[in-house]
C-alpha cells in the first residue's frame, strides 16, 4: 500500500502573478516525479512540497 501523502521536490514553477484570481490563487507546478499540480502562488522552485496521492492536490510547504 503506497502512502498517502507524500513529498516531492518543485522542479518547475512560473512566478506567480499577483492579482491574478482567475485561477482562485494557484499556478501550475511540475515536481521532480514529473507530475503536474495545481499549487499555491508561493511556491517556487525547490520547494518541498506534500502531495495527497489519493486526490493528486497539494497539502502543504515542508
Known amino acids: 500500500m503506497s502512502p498517502i501523502k507524500v513529498q ?11 492579482g ?3 485561477q482562485g490563487g494557484t499556478k501550475s507546478a511540475t ?10 502562488l508561493f511556491i517556487e522552485e525547490g520547494d518541498i512540497i506534500e502531495i495527497n496521492t489519493e486526490t493528486g492536490e497539494y497539502v502543504k510547504r515542508v
Open 31 to 40: 515536481l521532480e516525479s514529473g507530475a503536474e499540480i495545481q499549487v499555491p
Open 20 to 22: 491574478d484570481r482567475a
Open 8 to 18: 516531492l521536490k518543485v522542479k518547475e514553477s512560473p512566478p506567480g502573478v499577483k
